[in-house]
């Protein structure tokens, strides 16, 4: 009874400083509704540690983590179905596809995607929301926002977050597509409570190396949000077959067997940059390249031997750039 009343005390304390002057009088550039996200942030903040974060924990330690895995991935999976529509709102037809074999494959295999088999056979997940989409369709993202109980935000993430409660209900892919409301309600708060769960680790390093956590938590949203958006600006990145770089360029060097043949050498011969190393003791292949990058006049001698009849200041290499350094009591 005394704690909960300790929480209530915590909130109200925050409810009051929210009610109080929303102004900053030097804004970070950037963040010019920074004095009403300040208020916000603090709101939040008191109903986390109040509220949330005990029942985080509790879950936590009551819930083994075999089952709490189970739960996000259910979680996850049918997020997918969303993040897979809005693949294919940006016109991003492959990412669409695997994320939507991603949720066959996890719902028939995983079990109703407990269990991320695609995942574990190297299909990793394709994150996407609305808000992404509306970045991805030219919409700026507008000044950083901090929602109610939601958290971190900017306006066009805003906009966003009403398309994903709307879009994720009409493709069944959030607990707002379920029509029974106590059924709805409990699962909407299991979300919740393992999503906190979740990122229990993540809030106390934040605790303990933040100097401010509001601008800490600020900056790391909007990178993230920025990092994301860029992905889904750059080109769809395909494997490509071994020997070749992912890019498509052919200025980096081949580092091939040199015994596997006339294959390892034109591959290092293709590109003009790279210089040829051949073993002298190599096949006929090697030995080509090597004197094709001889003058004709070059004695065929091991090096540092001098041939026949030649004076003793013959120099060892044809190079006239590499400088000779003859021994002076040499015969």
Known sequence: MKQTQIRLVGLASALVVLAGCASVKNPTPGDP??????NMFAFNDAVDRNLLTPVAKGYQ?????????CVTNIFNNFGDIWSGVNSFLQGRGLDSVNTFGRVLFNSTM?????????????????????????????????????L????????????????????????????GAISDVPVRNTVWGISIVNSRANLLNASDLMND???DRYSFLRDAYLQRRQAL????????????????????????????????????AAG?????????????????????????????????????????????SAPANADPSVPVYTDPEGK
Not at 61 to 69: I, L
């Open 33 to 38: 509704l920074e004095g009403y996200n300040r």
């Open 61 to 69: 330690a009551v819930v083994p983590s075999p089952v709490r895995t």
């Open 110 to 146: 995983g079990l109703g995607g407990c269990i991320d088999v695609a995942s574990m056979k190297g299909a990793p997940r394709i994150q996407n929301d609305f808000g992404t989409t509306l970045g991805v369709w030219g919409i700026g993202q507008g000044p950083y926002f901090v």
């Open 148 to 175: 109610p109980l939601l958290g971190p935000s900017t306006i066009r993430d805003t906009a966003g977050t009403v398309g994903d409660g709307f879009g994720g209900s009409a493709v069944y892919a959030s607990p």
């Open 209 to 211: 190396v933040a100097l």
């Open 229 to 264: 958006l860029n992905q889904k600006l750059g080109p769809v990145v395909l494997d490509q077959p071994d020997g070749q770089n992912k890019a498509g360029s052919s200025n980096l060097p081949s580092y091939d067997d040199p015994e596997a043949g006339s294959a390892g």
């Open 268 to 312: 290092v011969a293709a590109n003009p940059n790279v210089p040829v190393y051949d073993d002298p003791e190599a096949a006929p292949a090697g030995d080509a390249a090597q004197s094709a990058s001889r003058p004709a006049t070059e004695p065929s001698a091991a090096v540092g031997q001098k041939p026949a009849g030649a004076p003793a």
